[in-house]
């Protein structure tokens, strides 16, 4: 495999987005993104009948003109009961004489299943391949995917193209009622994505949970670097809401809900803690905390440190932090 060694990357894209969302994936690699619209590069034709093949007409394209690395991303959901349509022609059902609206072909897709008679849920998959290609005509491919189902009517403000009708397995919400943090560590780009990381090498890769503790504090939730992943201190919040349950065992589930995700973003698995550290407020809690403990860690039997301690806030009650490896 190549790796990319640069700091800035070209995203073939003219989808305002879909290249913030790459952004954002990119960002804690120290990777900086410029979009194909901002250099004035024009639309390729998209003449090829799977992601694969217009992912790469894009990527080149884009490397060619530029003499640039240029990243491309190809995608579309699949609706089992419309025999996986729209598919990779997911933005011609959204285009129009004016542009491309996909209110619209939500709304066709809705109309079509019910054509159908299509039985609930209606199963669906977003797919997503990502092409890496240099100028000198080299390129590598991820692909990734997420399960779900489609819904009606949309739903939520947040997300591009069909995220308002899709909900991903294990949710009741669908992609534009989610933040972006949570979408980035589920959608089918962020599975495609954590097989991209791996043209970057050893450097440093940053991940964030959202918190606004680590915008105000200037931290990272986790820091991955080869086969070790530090994740800082995490307490009771539910990152998502910011609401912090006060019974001290509910706070220790939510901080191993928060690791165990953010371990899977960085590639890990609770199976690969090595250390953790609890810090907890008062002894007087250990009792309701072992239980929970145990059943989050007592298989895996890293090395483990408990401090008593005060921490920033008077609603915490405990901190757990870990550390990973995968040798």
């Keep these: 495999m190549r790796l990319f060694s640069g700091d800035r990357l070209l995203i073939a894209t003219h989808n305002a987005g879909k290249l913030a969302e790459m952004a954002a994936l990119l960002a804690p690699f120290g990777i900086s993104c410029v979009g194909a619209a901002e250099l004035g590069l024009p639309e390729p ?8 093949g217009n992912a790469r007409i894009k990527a080149h394209a884009a490397a060619k003109a530029t003499g640039l690395p240029a990243l491309a991303d190809d995608s579309g959901i699949e609706v089992d009961a419309l025999g996986g349509a729209p598919g990779v022609y997911t933005a011609d059902w959204a285009q129009t004489a004016t542009g491309r609206d996909f209110g619209l072909a939500m709304a066709r897709t809705w109309a079509e299943l019910e054509t159908v008679s299509a039985p ?11 092409v890496l290609a240099w100028p000198d005509g080299h390129d590598e491919v991820f692909e990734g995917k997420v399960e779900g189902s489609v819904v009606w009517p949309m739903r939520g403000q947040q997300g591009h193209g069909y995220d ?17 943090a949570l979408k980035n560590q ?3 780009r962020a599975d495609a994505f954590r097989k991209l990381v791996a043209c970057f090498g050893e450097r440093v890769r940053r991940i964030s949970t959202g918190s606004p503790f680590e915008a105000a504090m200037g931290y990272s939730r986790a820091v991955i670097k080869g086969p070790w992943c530090f994740v800082s201190g995490v307490t009771g919040y539910d990152y998502t809401t910011m609401v912090m349950p006060e019974d001290v065992a509910a706070q220790a589930h939510n901080c191993f809900g928060t690791i165990e995700s953010v371990l899977t973003e960085a590639g890990f698995s609770m199976s690969d803690v090595v250390r953790v550290q609890y810090t907890v407020t008062d002894a007087r809690l250990l009792d309701d905390l072992v239980p929970v ?3 989050a860690l007592g298989a895996i039997r890293p090395a483990a440190t408990m401090v008593i301690a005060g921490l920033i806030r ?6 757990i932090e870990v550390t990973a490896f995968k040798g």
């Design 293 to 295: 403990l145990g059943s």
């Design 186 to 188: 589920i959608s089918h």
């Design 45 to 52: 034709e998209e003449t090829e009948s799977t992601f694969l």
């Design 164 to 180: 308002p009708m899709f909900v991903p397995d294990g949710y009741v919400i669908t992609f534009s009622e989610m933040g972006p």
């Design 120 to 130: 609930l849920p209606r199963h669906a998959r977003f797919r997503s391949t990502l």
């Design 314 to 319: 008077p609603e915490m009650k405990v901190e």
